[in-house]
């Protein structure tokens, strides 16, 4: 697999940066493939549905950016094997995530079912997990790699409320690996972060939230843009830092 597109300009070829997006096709996923192949990125949609993904791609194409749809089910073995395989990945945003919680009619911790928190980690924190162990190596490669793991308010430890455990914990549990990535990588040029959007007007965050999905985006593209030497192992809303 390629995995990047090279630009031929007299005898010099110009690699354009790759960009990995898991839950690419719609949301604040949609929005960040949008504004990372503005930018010049050639970017890979992730979508757990291959016709939903190459219906997004197909219509960022149709704006002429370069984006390719790539069959991504962040809880697929199979899925996460093939990412081993990319020739190139500069970026990953691991955006895709559910609320589990929201399965159950009463989302207090007393009673959500484990089964459904269970969930919760298995997509929110170790979907990412698995991703960033394929992706990783790559990036050690190519000595450069910005790793942004999209998180929420709703897992900050110093605000945490009740309600919603399947959600919260997973998200904290993401929030940790970010941590343990950028300690791990330390000096190597890949650069870890995780980041809140907001309340963004998405399926997931409803019709009332007062952000859109390009508001919801532009940190997110910030962090996953960040130059050398730029913070790592930090949780940011709004391009500034917050506490865990
Ligand atoms: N919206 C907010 O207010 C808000 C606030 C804080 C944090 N966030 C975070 O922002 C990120 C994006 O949220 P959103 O609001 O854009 O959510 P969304 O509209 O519900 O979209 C979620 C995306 O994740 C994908 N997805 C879910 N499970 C998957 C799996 N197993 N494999 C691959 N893809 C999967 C979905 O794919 P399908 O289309 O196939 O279902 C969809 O593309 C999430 O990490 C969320 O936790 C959102």
């Known amino acids: ?13 110009l690699e354009m ?16 493939c949008r504004q990372l192949g503005r930018l010049g990125y050639t970017v890979l949609l992730g ?3 291959p016709d939903k993904g190459e219906e997004a791609a197909g219509a960022l194409r149709g704006k002429g950016l370069d984006v390719t749809a790539l069959r991504l089910d962040i809880t697929s073995e199979g899925d996460i094997a093939r990412l081993g395989e990319l020739a190139r990945v500069d970026t990953l945003v691991n955006n895709a995530a559910i609320a589990p919680d929201r399965a159950h009619p009463d989302t207090s911790a007393l009673h959500v079912p484990t089964e459904l928190v269970r969930l919760g980690f298995e997509v929110n924190t170790l979907g990412p997990y698995r991703i960033c162990q394929q992706i990783v190596p790559i990036m050690q490669r190519q000595g450069y790699g910005r790793i942004v793991n999209v998180s929420t308010g709703m897992a900050q430890l110093a ?15 993401l929030n940790a690996l970010t941590r343990i990535l950028a300690d791990e990588l330390r000096g190597t ?13 998405t399926d997931m965050g409803g019709p009332s939230a007062p952000l ?6 532009e940190t997110i593209v910030w962090l996953a843009t960040l130059p050398d030497g730029g913070p790592t192992g930090g949780f940011f809303k709004k391009k500034k830092q917050i506490s865990w």
């Open 189 to 201: 040029n890949i650069l870890a972060n995780s980041v809140d959007p907001g309340w963004v007007k």
């Open 47 to 49: 979508a757990r549905d």
């Open 1 to 13: 697999m390629s995995g990047f597109a090279a630009r031929v300009i007299g005898i010099i070829v």
């Open 159 to 173: 605000e945490m409320n009740g309600h919603s455990p399947g959600y919260r914990l997973s998200k904290t549990a």
């Open 212 to 217: 859109s999905t390009e508001e919801g985006a």
């Open 17 to 32: 940066p790759v960009a990995l997006v898991s839950g690419g096709n719609r949301g604040i996923g949609l929005e960040v």
